[in-house]
Nanobody, 117 residues
C-alpha cells in the first residue's frame, strides 16, 4: 500500500508563486509515475502534469505549460509542483496520484489552492 500526502497549498494573489509537495510513504517503489490533478468547484477533475519516477521526464497540460514545473526528490520520495504566475482560474483542490500498473491507483487527500485578484 502507498500513501500520498500533499502539502503547500494556500491563499495567494494572482501573479504569485506556490510550491506543492507530494510525499509517498509505504511501498513507494510500486509507483512508476506521479501525476498532479486539480478540481475546481463545479468542474471536472483536470490533469495538470506528471513526472516519471525513474527518468524524471515530465508532461504538462497546455493550460499550465510555461508557468508550472514538476520535479522530484527520489531520496525524499517527494514530487513537487512549482506554480508560477498563478491565475485566478488556477484556484482548485490539487491532488497527486500514484501511477501503478498503468493506472492512477493511489491518490492523496488534496490541498486547496486559492488565487485571489
Amino acid at each position: 500500500q502507498v500513501e500520498l500526502v500533499e502539502s503547500g497549498g494556500g491563499l495567494v494573489q494572482a501573479g504569485d508563486s506556490l510550491r506543492l509537495s507530494c510525499t509517498a510513504s509505504g511501498r513507494a517503489s510500486d509507483i512508476n509515475a506521479v501525476g498532479w490533478f486539480r478540481q475546481a468547484p463545479g468542474k471536472e477533475r483536470e490533469f495538470v502534469g506528471s513526472i516519471d519516477w525513474s527518468t524524471g521526464s515530465t508532461t504538462l497540460a497546455a493550460s499550465v505549460k510555461g508557468r508550472f514545473t514538476i520535479s522530484r526528490d527520489n531520496a525524499r520520495n517527494t514530487v513537487y509542483l512549482q506554480m508560477n504566475s498563478l491565475k485566478i482560474e488556477d484556484t482548485a483542490v490539487y491532488y497527486c496520484g500514484g501511477l501503478s500498473g498503468g493506472q492512477y491507483v493511489y491518490r492523496g487527500q488534496g490541498t486547496q489552492v486559492t488565487v485571489s485578484s
